[in-house]
């Protein structure tokens, strides 16, 4: 009777995982983390992922490559972006790949998020480019970018 049954389980979960997959890139961790809430049997979720990236219908690379996208296009930079793939799970020489695909000049988008952010506005005194700098090292901007992009003023 346990075989009959085990297909099915097998068949919620795929039908899960896809649903989840539906919406948007999910990485295996994070896919793994929302079936567990649903109260799926790990051994099933295993399967069920294993056969997903078998397939290619779950990618740990694209997944990377998507966040990477967003990330950029909200003013994020290197440190902030690497920490926070890191976080969702991901090996870090799938990261890697995931940086290596993008191009990406780090200077030119720390220099728009500052002007962005800044507009024209001199650095009135010390406490001012203090905050500047480090909204920019939030962001995830390395020490040179940051005065690369403040010194442009």
Do not use: C
């Not at 056969?51 to 990477?68: C, T, V, W």
Request: proline letters at 1%.
């Amino acid at each position: 009777m346990t075989s009959q049954t085990e297909p099915s389980i097998n068949k919620a979960v795929k039908k899960a995982a896809y649903n989840y997959l539906a919406r948007r890139e999910h990485s295996r961790d994070e896919l793994k983390q929302k079936l567990r809430q649903k109260d799926f049997a790990d051994d099933d979720i295993e399967v069920v992922l294993d056969k997903l990236q078998e397939h290619d219908i779950q990618s740990d690379l694209r997944y990377a490559q998507s966040m990477l996208r967003q990330r950029i296009a909200k003013g994020y930079g290197y440190a902030y972006i690497n920490n926070e793939l890191k976080q969702k799970g991901l090996h870090s020489s799938v990261i890697n790949q995931a940086f290596a695909s993008e191009a990406v000049d780090w200077f030119e988008l720390a220099q728009q998020v500052y002007h962005k952010r800044f507009a024209d506005n001199a650095i009135v005194d010390q406490k001012d480019k203090a905050k500047r700098m480090r909204f920019l090292q939030y962001r995830g901007f390395d020490f040179e970018q940051i005065s690369a992009a403040m010194s442009i003023d």
